[in-house]
């Protein structure tokens, strides 16, 4: 059974860089049938698509984060991890890692890990 | 980028109601829709994908319809168990976007 778990700090300073890790068990990164994505949800919101990321490389990120998104996947370990710098409060969510199933040109969530808070503030 | 708006924010209803979601989105994205649930403190969990194929393992009771702009998620018989935020998403564009959920409340 796969799953995902999320790993990282769970406080980060105003201008810093968030950094979190995604540890996919009982499975591989390098599936080709799947990609991998960060989601995010403020306290009490919805939910915001990050990015996403193959098993080659190849990336696309949400034009909103401005640029401040690096999204890295490290076979060798299993894992796929998010980068987002210049945080802000307005940063402070759940952030969700997830994996992505591609079928008939459609795409899905269909797995998630539970979720880790990062809070920002000084 | 694709707006998707969700209808109604918020509704109340029994045990054994039908319920009904609607989720529009603001340009046609054929059948490129997924539903999702979420629970208070739990991550999302998947329900239906490509507008009205049923996720293995989700009870029957829950279907989907709908393409291009206007879709629908019908719960058929309510079960204690489905008390919760309901959301719409596009994966049509190269940015994927959410609608901002629908809260299903017991009356």
Not at chain 1, 44 to 63: A, D, F, K, M
């Amino acid at each position: 059974q796969v799953q995902l778990q999320e790993s990282g700090p769970g406080l980060v300073k105003p201008s810093q860089t968030l950094s979190l890790t995604c540890t996919v068990s009982g499975g591989s990164v390098s599936s080709g049938s799947y990609y991998w994505s960060w989601i995010r949800q403020p306290a009490g919101g919805g939910l915001e698509w990050i990015g996403r990321i193959y098993t080659s490389g190849s990336t696309n990120y949400n034009p909103s984060l401005k640029g401040r998104v690096t999204i890295s996947v490290d076979t060798s370990k299993n894992q796929f991890s998010l980068k987002l710098s210049s945080v802000t409060a307005a940063d402070t969510a759940v952030y969700y890692c997830a994996r992505v199933l591609y079928e008939a040109a459609h795409y899905y969530f269909d797995l998630w890990g539970r979720g880790t808070l990062v809070t920002v503030s000084s | 980028d694709i707006q998707m708006t969700q209808s109604p924010s918020s509704l109340s209803a029994s045990v054994g109601d039908r319920v009904t979601i609607t989720c529009r989105a603001s340009q046609s994205i054929s059948r490129y829709l997924n539903w999702y649930q979420q629970k208070p403190g739990k991550a999302p969990h998947l329900l239906i994908y490509a507008a009205s194929s049923l996720q293995s393992g989700v009870p029957s009771r829950f279907s989907g319809s709908g393409s291009g702009t206007d879709f629908t998620l019908t719960i058929s018989s309510l079960q204690p168990e489905d008390f919760a935020t309901y959301y719409c998403q596009q994966s049509y564009s190269t940015l994927w976007t959410f609608g901002q959920g629908t809260k299903v409340e017991i009356k």
